[in-house]
T-cell receptor, first 113, second 111 residues
Framework: ETGVTQSPTHLIKTRGQQVTLRCSSQ?????VSWYQQALGQGPQFIFQ???????GRGNFPPRFSGLQFPNYSSELNVNALELDDSALYLC????????????FGQGTRLTVV | AQSVTQLDSQVPVFEEAPVELRCNYS??????LFWYVQYPNQGLQLLLK??????LVKGINGFEAEFNKSQTSFHLRKPSVHISDTAEYFC?????????FGQGTELSVKP
């Protein structure tokens, strides 16, 4: 059984640029969530996708957007990057009709300079 | 609204000593509770979960936690820690399909 995988592992971008982060969900999981973890903080919920539709969003501006594909993989896009967007971005998947526990990937460390 | 408070930001402990990491939550509905561990430069790994049933939950690596509804707590315990337990620990509550995390507790195990 393949776990949650994220790419890339590290990324450096310049303020104002755009970035796309990718996530492959665990086999059989059709729900994908994204979290932002700033240094020294707990993860904060960005949004969730279920069967290619966004079905929950946290307190993040519209420049944070996402997609889910028919194979349940997902992308997180961030436009007009700001210095405060520097963080570890975590993807989590879970079976849509299964238990509420989420399984996390290793994360993408984004640094905005 | 649901929230999680981890009462200790750092817990230093000597190897083979017992440890307790404290977590309080607030929720107006039935809760699902979790503890995750994060090793340096890693993602989150599920340690244990409370969904229903027995209030004493056993997880991986010898950890256990007790759900106390009257005190709205879900403290994590281990009777004897190892150097390899050094990591950041997060308590979380599930609400509306998302996880709400505490700020984390850094467990530092010293020889």
């Amino acid at each position: 059984e393949t776990g949650v995988t994220q790419s890339p592992t590290h990324l450096i971008k310049t303020r104002g640029q755009q970035v796309t982060l990718r996530c492959s969900s665990q086999s059989g999981h059709n729900t994908v969530s994204w979290y932002q973890q700033a240094l020294g903080q707990g993860p904060q919920f960005i949004f969730q996708y279920y069967r290619e539709e966004e079905n929950g969003r946290g307190n993040f501006p519209p420049r944070f957007s996402g997609l889910q594909f028919p194979n349940y993989s997902s992308e997180l896009n961030v436009n007009a990057l700001e210095l405060d967007d520097s963080a570890l971005y975590l993807c989590a998947s879970r079976p849509g009709t299964g238990g509420p526990e989420a399984f996390f990937g290793q994360g993408t460390r984004l640094t905005v300079v | 609204a649901q929230s999680v408070t981890q009462l200790d930001s750092q817990v230093p402990v000597f190897e083979e000593a017992p440890v307790e990491l404290r977590c309080n939550y607030s929720s107006s509905v039935s809760v699902y509770l979790f503890w995750y561990v994060q090793y340096p430069n890693q993602g989150l790994q599920l340690l244990l979960k409370y969904l229903s049933g027995s209030t004493l939950v056993k997880g991986i690596n010898g950890f256990e936690a007790e759900f106390n509804k009257s005190q709205t707590s879900f403290h994590l315990r281990k009777p004897s820690v190892h150097i390899s337990d050094t990591a950041e620990y997060f308590c979380a509550v599930s609400g509306g399909g998302k996880l709400i995390f505490g700020q984390g507790t850094e467990l530092s195990v010293k020889p």
